[in-house]
């Protein structure tokens, strides 16, 4: 029989502060439950057990004495293996980090997360260096989307998607360059959040874009988010990137609705990406809902995809360049095949190429901002519809559909994405509600009112859960 998923953030809080629910006990539930479905999901690439049961002693001895430090402590927890953990391997699924390359120090955000007293499960499964593709061989296998196998799990914070999704743990840490924490989110049916550019450190999380890296959390509900958030929003002032801007209390207005509130639908930039007939729908539904709601939608205006594709992947293609290229000079061979193409088309692209799409970056968060100055966030489709099949998934060097996320990267403004519905296929279907820069707290209000008035979020997949 497979071991029951772990409790969202907020139920194990809940039940650990009445004293219903111990650490110790929480920690051996999610262990038991990735050895059943782990063999299966290959979510996870290093699993700190031993760690794991020590920490979770520890901080059952803390709570116990009074000394509790927060709704997290005691509460387990994943990294995408890009994230350093003391002691742990940083791989970034690679043969050129490779198992022996072990963290010396904790990421800013994993030191946030072990003050806090939650408690490290291990790493996660994901692209090569987030950048390469499912199906690429590499050291380590790809994960599963919980739905259903044969179908893309999203990426590149894959494994954690598929931790989350599985019930294996409430929350994980995932980055986001294009989308790589929202599509995950998106095709296994949970949330995922992308904050604003500078708002949650990268110091020790393993570069892919200076320019346009985001770390962040993934959740089985909002409030989970939001909770995380809590922990996550501090300035830190040796990541060159952060921002020294007051994060406020991301749960204080959660539950304050959507009343009066004016949000844009981007319905013309979705309709030119081709959404499938679903997705489409689960968009009409969610706009129907949100007035429902009280919330005010009226259609808007982005900048085309061609122009954010054009800034965003100049970008990205030169600066992840920058970064790999020594290895590539000196060890090709230990990189899967699509990572290494896509990364050295960055060999291509020019000081005067670069130098444009800055320009064209600032532009376009100029055109975005200047939307957001008459809405309070937008609303979008994150992917055409449900996962592709694994066997449709485009893993050439330049991809001819370029994920619909990737334009909040460029611009830098807090973008979510969560549960809509389902498709033909049986497998989820997902909105993107964004907003303005540094305004996490209304992005998160919004998701919450509308996750709140579905039922979306309490499906679970049917072979993962049992």
């Not at 139920?11 to 009445?18: F, G, H």
């Not at 590149?156 to 409430?170: K, P």
């Amino acid at each position: 029989m497979i071991p029951a998923p772990v409790p969202s953030l907020a139920e194990a809080a809940a039940a650990i502060a009445e004293g219903s629910l111990s650490p110790v006990a929480l920690t051996e539930q999610a262990l038991a439950r990735i050895a059943a479905l782990e063999p299966s999901l290959n979510a996870f690439i290093t699993l700190a057990a031993d760690r794991a049961r020590a920490s979770a002693a520890a901080a059952e001895t803390e709570i116990r004495a009074g000394r509790r430090r927060g709704p997290l402590h005691g509460i387990p927890y994943a990294l995408k293996d890009i994230y350093d953990a003391a002691g742990l391997p940083t791989t970034a699924h690679s043969r050129v980090l490779g198992a022996d390359n072990l963290a010396q120090t904790d990421a800013a955000t994993t030191a946030l997360l072990e003050a806090a007293g939650m408690v490290l499960l291990g790493k996660l499964a994901t692209h090569e260096f987030a950048r390469g593709g499912p199906t690429d061989p590499l050291a380590w296998p790809a994960a599963k989307n919980v739905w259903n196998p044969a179908h893309f799990a999203g990426g590149s914070s894959s494994g954690s998607g598929t931790a989350v999704a599985s019930g294996m743990v409430a929350m994980a840490m995932g980055s986001d360059t294009g989308g790589s924490i929202r599509l995950p989110a998106a095709f296994q049916g949970i949330v995922g959040l992308k904050p604003s550019y500078g708002r949650v450190s990268r110091r020790g999380v393993v570069p892919l874009s200076f320019g346009m890296d985001h770390t962040g959390p993934l959740t089985r509900t909002v409030e989970d988010c939001a909770m995380a958030m809590q922990v996550l929003a501090v300035h830190d002032p040796l990541d060159p990137g952060s921002a020294d801007r007051p994060a406020g209390d991301y749960l204080a207005g959660l539950r304050a609705g959507v009343q009066g509130l004016t949000i844009g639908w981007a319905r013309a930039f979705d309709e030119a990406a081709g959404l499938s007939p679903d997705q489409q729908a689960a968009m009409a539904e969610a706009v129907r809902v949100l007035r429902g709601l009280g919330a005010r939608v009226v259609e808007i205006a982005l900048p085309s995809m061609r122009r954010f594709e054009a800034a965003t992947w100049t970008i990205i293609h030169a600066e992840s360049f920058a970064i790999h290229q020594d290895h590539l000079r000196r060890t090709p061979e230990l990189y899967g095949r699509v990572t290494r193409e896509r990364i050295q088309l960055g060999a291509f692209v020019t000081g005067p190429h670069y130098v444009q799409a800055q320009r064209l970056r600032r532009m376009l968060t100029q055109e975005v901002d200047a939307v957001l100055a008459r809405c309070d966030a937008i609303l979008c489709a994150p992917a055409a519809g449900e996962a592709p099949a694994l066997a449709q998934v485009d893993e050439g060097p330049w991809r001819r559909q370029q994920p619909l996320t990737a334009p909040f990267n460029c611009t830098g403004h807090p973008a979510i994405c969560l549960p809509a519905g389902f498709g033909a296929q049986g497998l989820p279907l997902s909105v993107q509600i964004a907003g303005r820069a540094f305004d996490e707290a209304t992005v998160l209000r919004i998701a919450h009112a509308f996750e709140q008035a579905t039922e979306w979020h309490t499906r679970r997949p049917p072979e993962a859960w049992g």
